[in-house]
């Protein structure tokens, strides 16, 4: 048993706990030891409700993509009335599938 831990330690396929400190397994959502949500592979940590609003209410200014880091794009996008309102509404669709990425290229896939 103690064996196996040390190997899987090894082999990368552990991680910390972002609220105990514990090692867990990478791919945990949660901790089982202290039941902290856990940052994800592949995740933002901007959530997908701001977003949503930021892009219904204001999409054609940029400002959800200044939420998500894309200053260049949110420039462009302010510049622009939102590509004219087809960028923002593209945006909103991809939001709203859950396709949308961070500035680091990470979904957001947490709703709040």
Partial sequence: MIEEKMNE???GNM???RGCGK???VTAITCPN???PQQTLGASDKKIVPALLLCFFVGFLGVHRFYVGKVGTGILQLL???GFGIWALIDFILIVTGSFKDSDG???TQWS
């Fill in 106 to 108: 990470n979904k957001l």
């Fill in 9 to 11: 330690a090894l082999q």
């Fill in 15 to 17: 991680a910390f706990c």
């Fill in 23 to 25: 090692q867990i397994h």
């Fill in 34 to 36: 202290c039941g902290a």
């Fill in 80 to 82: 622009t009335l939102g």
